[in-house]
């Protein structure tokens, strides 16, 4: 799953690396722990050169009143399932990030939570569906992030991950047809993904500063790293 992100990137590079403006409302602040029902920053296939903010969190369409919404949809079923239906047909949307974080489960004790990130790109795009909700007096532009299988960089710290688009995909993902789309919706495949592991200071949304992704000395990053485990 993808349960919590992080973008830091300055602005303007920001800006620079997507070829988009940022539009939203409260303007952009770095961020380094952002928690479900938080804002994403997004860009949408309606809106190719805007980076916008939207509630992390798909509301169903039926709900009667605002609420969390579902922050991950799995790409296996994705087509299948009635609240991602339309979503699915002609709302897909990059979802910015600099290195989201995933927990490990050692042996029943403690998770230990990595981050995960781009050694050679500092901001990446993962694969998002957008909705907007419509309620009596607000709407609510919301997104939920896809998921897949690890790869084998993930597969040692958790049994799912966000799709994580590789730079030359990004454009083609907001185009495509669905048919095309759910071919996209792979394991990370390039070999520039890395991860390691942080201080549990990352589990209060709270923590929102540059030494979240400080790493902890017996850092572990990599292929290589995972590999002789």
Same mark, same amino acid.
Request: charged content about 30%.
């Given at each position: ?8 990137? +300055?602005?303007?590079?920001?800006? %620079? ?17 952002? +928690?479900p ?49 339309? +979503? ?10 600099? &290195? ?7 042996? &029943? ?10 050694? %050679? ?25 896809l998921?897949?299988e690890?790869?084998?960089v993930i ?13 030359? +995909? ?21 070999? %520039? ?10 589990? %209060? ?25």
């Amino acid at each position: 799953m993808c349960g919590r992100n992080s973008l830091f990137l +300055a602005r303007e590079d920001l800006e %620079d690396r997507f070829d988009a403006k940022i539009v939203a409302d409260g303007g952009y602040t770095p961020r380094y722990n952002i +928690a479900p029902g938080a804002d994403l920053e997004v860009v949408t296939n309606e809106a190719t050169d805007e980076i916008d903010q939207y509630h992390w969190g798909l509301i169903p369409f039926w709900a009667d009143e605002p609420e969390e919404g579902i922050i991950n949809a799995r790409t296996e079923t994705v087509d299948e399932k009635r609240v991602f239906e339309n +979503a699915w047909e002609s709302r897909p949307c990059l979802v910015l990030s600099t &290195g989201f974080y995933e927990w490990e489960s050692r042996n &029943g004790g403690p998770k230990q939570p990595y981050r995960i990130y781009r050694e %050679d790109d500092p901001a990446f795009a993962m694969a998002g569906l957008w909705e907007r909700w419509d309620g009596d007096d607000e709407t609510v532009s919301c997104v939920t992030i896809l998921t897949t299988e690890p790869n084998e960089v993930i597969e040692p710290i958790h049994d799912r991950m966000p799709v994580v688009l590789p730079t030359d +995909a990004e454009a083609e993902w907001l185009a495509a047809k669905p048919s095309r789309r759910k071919e996209l919706c792979q394991p990370y495949p390039d070999d %520039d993904l890395m991860a390691y592991e942080i201080s549990t200071h990352v589990n %209060d949304p709270s923590h929102d500063e540059p030494t979240v992704i400080e790493p902890l000395e017996h850092e572990q990053s990599g292929l290589g790293e995972f590999g002789s485990r």
